[in-house]
């Protein structure tokens, strides 16, 4: 089967061929510039190949919840040539195949969970906490959605007594993303959290806020696994600093099995960077189902 998948982000599009067992055979990068200008591209590369199915992970927020309105589209990102843009819509005028439709993070997440950490598993949560937190959420055998997708990078959390930080996110004084994705950490310690890495109470504080939202994404989805990714989680030695709060937070609350070794319920991403690619062209199987 020949399948396309398309990893939308707001700098570049990562165009990809490959096949329902999520092997890529082949992958260009188009710069994010306008529907106009980009499109066309996209669509000729995938047209060339004449492709079956597409799956794409888009950049956010977007409309992915079939039967609505605007299913499809592109919402109210802050990218305004993109702003209400029916992408769905175009590429399978121009295309002639099925379109999946969903966040990044849930094609990082349906790629974990078909060929990844988590393969196999009902439910489980990623998270990539980046220059933004977004959250994948597979519960009950699929992804989540409700009246939109689910927006848990911007859990409300309880501040550190000693962080004064007033938080990055404009919405929210208090939201993971707000004080721990990478500007965050930036904004706060005056340099990049890449040169930040021998300073231990960065991570400390970082692991804190982290933890908390695990704790809350276990009470709230129950999942059997927790995915860690993104460019903040290189920092390796955020695992065992999070595992710690976490057992501590919880309190001993919730005893699962899969609770019982954390190292196997918080973990990080496994596919080197493809869980997005891989994630996309299971959408494009899935696509085909409906
Ligand atoms: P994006 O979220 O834009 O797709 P990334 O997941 O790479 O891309 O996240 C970029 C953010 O992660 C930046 O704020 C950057 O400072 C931070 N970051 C990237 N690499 C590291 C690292 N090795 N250690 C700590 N922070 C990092
Ligand atoms: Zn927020």
């Known amino acids: 089967m020949i ?10 599009m990562v165009c990809a061929i490959g096949n329902e067992r ?23 590369f995938f047209r060339e190949r004449q492709i ?62 078909t060929f990844g950490a988590a393969r ?17 959420v597979y519960v009950n055998g699929g992804l989540l959605h409700g009246m939109m997708h689910p927006e848990a990078g911007h859990m409300l959390l309880q501040r550190h007594p000693a962080d004064a930080y007033g938080g990055k996110c404009p919405f929210h004084g208090n939201c993971l993303e707000g004080l721990a994705a990478g500007p965050a950490i930036e904004e706060r310690w005056g ?14 504080l970082e692991a804190f806020y982290i933890a908390q939202a695990c704790v809350n994404y276990t009470l709230v989805y129950a999942p059997r696994k927790i995915i860690l990714g993104g460019g903040v989680m290189h920092q390796e030695q955020l695992f065992p600093m999070i595992r710690q709060q976490y ?5 001993g609350y919730v005893n699962t099995p899969e609770l019982e070794n954390l190292e196997s319920y918080i973990v990080p991403c496994s596919l080197k960077d493809n869980q997005g690619i891989m994630g996309c062209l299971q959408l494009a199987v899935e696509a085909q189902n409906f």
């Not at 082949?26 to 066309?40: A, C, G, L, N």
């Not at 340099?191 to 400390?204: M, N, S, T, Y």
């Open 120 to 136: 196999g598993l009902d439910s489980c949560i990623y998270v990539t906490i980046g220059t933004g937190v977004g959250v994948g």
């Open 247 to 251: 057992r501590k937070l919880m309190a």
């Open 191 to 204: 340099a990049k959290g890449i040169d930040l890495a021998q300073r231990r109470e960065v991570w400390e």
């Open 52 to 113: 079956e199915a597409l799956g794409i992970g888009c950049f956010g927020p977007i409309n992915p919840v079939k039967g609505t309105k605007t299913y499809g589209y592109i919402t109210s990102t802050p990218k305004l040539a993109w702003q209400n843009y029916y992408i769905v819509g175009v590429f399978e005028k121009a295309l002639g195949c099925p379109v999946g439709f969903d966040t990044d993070v849930n094609a990082y997440m349906l790629g974990e969970i």
């Open 3 to 12: 399948l396309g998948a398309l990893e939308a982000g707001g700098t570049k």
């Open 22 to 44: 999520g092997q890529v055979q082949e992958r260009i990068s188009i710069p994010t510039v306008s529907p106009e200008k980009t499109m066309p591209e996209m669509i000729a």
